[in-house]
């Protein structure tokens, strides 16, 4: 935890650069001046592909002790190469293609013996360094590839195992580059991952409908007698806000349980549990919404997240 007197000067570095995250940022590119070109190369593709396709993950990642940043966004890239593959690909076929690339790409790595593909150069690192657990990465890949059939969640159960099997690893991956190893940090790991992957099926709904898809959990849409048309007419009824509400509340009971662990959970196990203020903030949007997941101001960007995000971990809490 930075001191107070550390803070404030970062603090004030902040404001005068016009950026509150410029502190990391001018680190960052302190420690690039050092690399070879060629390695820096791979680091630059993670991070701006982080930037890219998950800039919360971006704003997350900064924030990290410095010896875990490049690993961080090495694995930050390899989910988001995974992720994109089923909006990337026409067939499924072709995406199974993919898939197995990067199954292969695992095995070379964990053999010492990586592709030239960037991401799998800067993962390689990353799990020799903090000799990551393969398991955690290969749940991530076999996830994803089931996902491929434009699979309906049947339950909120099946969102959930989804989630843990995809951001729940991820964030378990991140506790072992912070050096964290602790059964209560992994039980907070689990729901906050849980959290995310109910958040983001929720955030993901305009843009699932705008393309006439929908994967909200059956089991709540046929409770409250909501069709799929409903959705694809971005229906604002209240059956369709009670949808929304059961989901989004089981997100909050997860983030309530993984708080439940803080007084429990190492403080060095913190940095990886950002994301909470990201789920928080959309949670109190939609909220403020009354559960209407069409509505524009919940596709705006808060441009105050990298201070709430900024102030969280200086507070040292999650």
């Known amino acids: 935890m930075v001191s107070s007197n550390m803070f404030a000067m970062r603090w004030r570095k902040s404001l005068l650069s016009g950026s509150i995250l410029a502190p990391v940022c001018t680190e960052l590119l302190r420690n690039a001046t050092t690399a070879p ?61 993919r898939v197995q ?45 089931k996902n491929l059939d434009n699979h309906v969640f049947r339950n909120l159960q099946e969102l959930e195992t989804y989630s843990e099997n995809t951001q729940s690893s991820l964030t378990y991956l ?70 929304i509400y059961d989901i989004a509340s089981q997100a909050h009971i997860h983030l309530d349980h993984a708080r439940s662990f803080m007084n429990r959970v190492p403080s060095k196990a913190f940095p990886a549990f950002l994301h909470t203020v990201i789920l928080e903030d959309y949670l109190n949007k939609l909220q403020k919404v009354d559960f209407d997941v069409f509505h524009s101001s919940l596709q705006r960007r808060n441009t105050l997240l990298p201070l709430y995000l900024y102030i969280r971990s200086w507070k040292n809490k999650y």
């Open 101 to 145: 690339f990067w199954r292969e790409v695992l095995d070379d790595i964990y053999k010492d013996h990586p592709t030239q593909q960037p991401v799998a150069k800067e993962l390689l690192k990353a799990v020799k360094k903090h000799k990551l657990t393969k398991r955690w990465l290969m749940k991530m890949i076999d996830e994803r590839e």
């Open 174 to 243: 991140m506790l072992e580059t912070l050096g964290v190893k602790d059964v209560q940090a992994d039980h907070a790991a689990s729901h906050i991952g849980k959290a995310q992957g109910i958040v983001t099926c929720i955030r993901a709904t305009p843009y699932n409908c705008s393309q006439r898809k929908v994967y909200l959990p059956l089991d709540i849409c046929m409770l409250h007698r909501v069709p799929q048309e409903s959705l694809l007419r971005r229906s604002k009824e209240k059956n369709v806000r009670d949808v």
């Open 37 to 97: 070109r060629a390695l820096q190369r791979d680091k630059d593709y993670c991070v701006e592909l982080v930037r890219k396709r998950d800039y919360e993950g971006f704003l997350c990642s900064l924030l990290l002790p410095a010896e875990s940043v490049s690993s961080a966004f090495a694995l930050r890239a390899f989910n988001v190469e995974l992720a994109q593959i089923k909006d990337s690909v026409s067939q499924k076929s072709i995406g199974l293609m």
